[in-house]
């Protein structure tokens, strides 16, 4: 196990560097010109831009420029935004709330597509299995900023049940509509993994078994066929806590949440390379580590799967 | 907002622990009601939305309207911009004289102070200015200073992409010649030729006066800038909220109504409009263009926006020596003719932009109605028919813009109409980005149409003719080279009073109707959108919110 999560975290390092080149290379060599829009409707002074070039090392060849932004990174150094904010300060700063909505959207999926999955499965055909199928079919059909808007519409702005937008205010209530919508798109694939995944083994050999034994219904469900059922749900939910990190860009703007999705919207749109890069390797951290969580859990939930 | 915090309790009872409660109320604090118990007229404070500032809040490193909407309220210049009409009005300067238009005297005001109790003075103005158009410090208004003696003496003189690299390319000199303190509240200024409109030019923000903590650390002068307008920046929190509050020691003639404004970062535009209809912002000035489109937003916001023209105009033009199909003035007129305006305005931009009937905004000193006349009127016949009389082009037409911008709708529509109307092919073609797009105009590589804009730095009419069409102008990609023109924008700068050049600025405008190598297109309008707390919210010139002149209900 230790051996495992070592060997892991060593082959981590060169997905990193390969990963950060290769969005680095992509961000940099993409056309565009930083100083487009920084000086209104028109084109920036020479000076200006002489300066803000040098400023950024933008007049060195790519690789120069890779090399001296990585020797920073090895220091804990991101490199300053175009607006001269360190981009570790506002990174930090901006990954708390991400991370609060992140991990409130993958709590709220969890419990809700789990809990509509087994229902779903143990009534197979039934009512609650016909409303799970339809609503998730409509949720998955919903494009989010759809979802988004509308609920932002009516319990925002028409009930006035939750604020409209979340601002500086990130706390746990503010982020609650948010955090539902996000959820909402895996919430629905969740459940429908979860109650394909219980009701085929709900069919299986060892359950026959377990009930022949004479075991109750909730122990047979709850502890044989549910642990085993869980495997494919968690990694699910292993990859979606990377999505759900990464693809909050649309939430973040129509709730103006200050995360890093906001950030790196706001980085693509001012061509700021340095942040997108900086701000992409910490989601690609998040996401192999989230997904080294989930490689151990295998072990924990079946016993067969072994990492020695 | 009362109603909000009650159902706020509801829910947060059915739904989440007490904690959050508390953390909730804290984001209403804004909502004036209860603690300003004085009910005034004046005072109060109002949340309006902001983006981030692009640069530092140096006036002059600013031209962008993130930055510039702050720099707006913080700054007091020598002239102010009356906000209906964009008139010059005296502001920190006493007077500005002149008896040749070329040597001005300015003398301030004895009584404006900058936010940290020191005195604005001659040299607050001489220096700031010294420093803005000194072209190592690299800031972004240098050019505003050009008219000024002795500016080219401080730009740097090497060439190639950074003319200030490599041994002797340093400038002469750090200090203009033509700018001399004289006593405390008296200096001077020489332009290299006549400029009639000097004055007019001074309320732009790049002219501000810096106080001296300003050379000490122009860096923390950045986050945290001292300035003599009526509001002073209280706190800026990058990418969050800059708020500003009343600068104690102002005692010019137009302070602000409120107490306090914060400046709240969006993003997104949707986000902040449906905080305004909501009432948890008081101020937008970015409607959403889905809501722009048959009016929602009004109905949404009962009637409480109000839109104006900017001095903002998008233009067409053509450079006949490059493409020498289009050199018969007749030709180009057809083609101006052919572009329905009208509807383009209505279906692309939602109302976001209004037909052009001139090449000068309708914002700004000096404007006249309709000077481009039949030109720039939709009339598809008669397009059609003087296509024809003067022959008409072999091949096709492409219309040429900058990709990076939102510019690819209404190119289609506007070759669309030349298309239906002339019965010729024309294509929009994109050029990877703007600065790629300005390299290929000034070698002179594109043919057909390219687009143009222009922002003007100062509400004049001269602004929107001698930088863009005077013979060697930096702008002028058309070869425009018009002996009249030039003759008449020499008369006009040499003219005694503003009214007699802004007659032979009219005049030099009317010469552009008749070439028609550069066709207006539209003027961009601007919106405002507010909540019912507040009154008072109008655009100025530069479609910016007045903020100082917005009161609380």
């Given at each position: ?13 060169p997905?990193?560097?390969?990963a ?7 961000v940099?060599?993409l056309p ?18 002489a300066?803000f ?17 990585m020797a920073g990174?090895?220091q ?34 969890a419990?809700i ?10 009534k197979?055909?039934g ?39 979340v ?38 050999d060892?359950?026959r ?33 990377g ?12 709730f103006?949440i ?18 997108v ?5 910490a ?21 067969r799967?072994?990492?020695? | 907002?009362?109603r ?7 829910a ?14 804290g ?32 006036p002059?490193?600013t ?15 020598l002239i ?22 070329q040597?001005?005297t ?62 002797g ?9 033509g700018?001399e ?17 000097l ?9 501000a ?58 993003n ?51 450079d006949p ?13 057809a083609?101006s ?19 052009a ?6 914002v ?36 040429t ?6 510019h ?73 080279d ?47 959108g ?24």
């Amino acid at each position: 196990m230790f051996k495992f999560t070592v060997r892991r975290l060593l082959q981590m390092i060169p997905v990193i560097i390969g990963a950060t080149f290769l969005i680095y290379w992509m961000v940099f060599s993409l056309p565009g010109d930083p100083t487009a829009g920084k000086c209104g409707d028109r084109p920036c002074p020479d000076a200006y831009v002489a300066q803000f070039e040098e400023e950024y090392n933008l007049n060195d060849p790519l690789l120069v420029q890779y090399g001296k932004y990585m020797a920073g990174v090895v220091q804990g150094d991101f490199g300053e935004s175009y607006y001269g904010v360190p981009v570790s300060e506002e990174l930090s700063e901006r990954f708390v709330v991400t991370a609060k909505l992140g991990l409130m959207a993958l709590g709220i999926e969890a419990v809700i597509g789990i809990l509509a999955g087994v229902l779903a499965a143990l009534k197979k055909g039934g009512f609650i299995d016909n409303v799970v199928l339809v609503s998730t079919l409509a949720v998955i059909a919903l494009p989010l900023f759809v979802t988004a808007s509308v609920l932002q519409l009516y319990l925002g702005i028409r009930w006035e049940l939750f604020p409209v937008t979340v601002g500086s205010d990130t706390s746990f209530y503010a982020l609650l509509l948010p955090a539902f919508v996000l959820a909402s798109v895996s919430l629905a694939y969740l459940a429908r993994l979860m109650r394909t995944n219980l009701s085929e083994n709900l069919g299986s050999d060892y359950v026959r078994t377990a009930r022949a034994k004479g075991l109750p219904q909730s122990r047979v469900v709850g502890v044989h066929t549910l642990r085993n059922s869980l495997i494919p749900v968690v990694t699910f939910l292993g990859y979606d806590l990377g999505a759900l990190m990464g693809g909050t860009i649309v939430i973040e703007g129509i709730f103006n949440i200050p995360g890093v999705g906001n950030y790196i919207y706001r980085a693509i749109n001012d061509r700021d390379g340095v942040v997108v890069v900086g701000a992409v390797t910490a989601l690609i951290l998040v996401y192999l580590f989230a997904n080294l969580v989930v490689d151990l859990l295998y072990g924990l939930l079946d016993p067969r799967i072994s990492h020695d | 907002m009362r109603r909000v915090r009650r159902s706020l309790t509801l829910a947060s009872a059915l739904l989440v622990a007490s904690a959050a409660l508390a953390a909730c109320g804290g984001d209403d604090d804004d909502g004036g009601g209860g603690q300003s118990e004085s009910g005034e007229q004046t005072g109060g404070e109002i949340t309006v939305r902001g983006c981030n500032p692009e640069n530092p809040l140096v006036p002059g490193n600013t031209a962008e309207t993130c930055g510039g909407n702050v720099l707006d309220v913080t700054t007091a210049k020598l002239i102010k911009y009356a906000t209906e009409d964009a008139a010059p009005q005296n502001d920190i300067a006493e007077s500005i004289e002149t008896e040749d238009n070329q040597n001005f005297t300015v003398t301030l005001k004895d009584d404006y102070m900058f936010s940290d109790g020191t005195q604005v003075t001659a040299s607050s103005f001489v220096d700031a200015w010294n420093y803005n158009a000194y072209g190592p410090n690299g800031y972004q208004s240098s050019y505003f200073f050009a008219p000024i003696a002795g500016y080219a003496d401080l730009q740097c003189t090497g060439d190639g992409e950074d003319p200030c690299a490599g041994q002797g390319s340093q400038p002469k000199a750090e200090e203009m010649s033509g700018l001399e303190v004289v006593d405390d509240l008296t200096f001077t200024i020489q332009t290299t030729e006549q400029v009639s409109n000097l004055p007019v030019r001074l309320g732009y923000t790049a002219f501000a006066p810096y106080p001296e903590s300003f050379f000490e650390d122009p860096e923390a002068f950045g986050t945290m800038p001292v300035s003599a307008g009526p509001y002073m920046v209280e706190e800026f929190t990058q990418n969050e909220q800059i708020v500003v509050t009343k600068n104690p020691e102002y005692s010019g003639e137009f302070p602000g109504n409120l107490d306090r404004i914060t400046f709240r970062v969006y993003n997104d535009a949707s986000a902040a409009y449906a905080d305004v209809v909501a009432g948890n912002l008081d101020v937008t000035d970015d409607i959403p263009v889905n809501v722009l489109q048959d009016d929602i937003w009004l109905s949404d916001l009962q009637d409480r926006g109000t839109e104006r023209e900017q001095g903002v105009i998008s233009t067409m033009g053509m450079d006949p020596t490059v493409d020498k199909r289009l050199d018969d003035p007749a030709l180009r007129t057809a083609i101006s003719m052919a572009i329905d305006r009208e509807t383009i305005t209505e279906q692309i931009f939602a109302g976001a932009a209004a037909p052009a009937d001139g090449w000068v905004s309708p914002v700004v000193d000096g404007y006249v109605e309709g000077q481009c006349g039949d030109n720039c009127t939709y009339d598809p016949e008669a397009a059609k028919a003087m296509w024809e009389e003067a022959g008409g082009i072999q091949g096709g037409l492409t219309l040429t813009y900058n990709a990076d911008s939102d510019h690819g709708p209404w190119t289609e529509a506007v070759c669309n109409s030349i298309r239906q109307a002339l019965d010729v092919e024309c294509n929009p073609r994109p050029v990877v980005d703007f600065a790629t797009f300005l390299t290929q105009l000034g070698d002179k590589e594109i043919d057909g149409l390219f687009r143009q804009g222009w922002q003007m730095d100062y509400p004049s009419i001269e602004n929107f003719l001698v930088p863009l069409y005077s013979k060697g102008a930096s702008s002028n990609y058309y070869s425009f080279d018009n002996a009249d023109f030039e003759r008449l924008n020499r008369e006009a700068a040499a003219a005694p009073s503003v009214e007699e050049a802004n007659l032979l600025y009219q005049e030099a405008e009317r010469l552009l109707a008749e070439d028609m190598r550069i066709i207006p297109l539209w003027f961009t309008t601007g919106q405002v959108g507010w909540s019912d707390r507040v009154s008072g919210v109008e655009l100025n010139a530069f479609g910016v919110p007045d903020y100082a002149a917005i009161s609380l209900n």
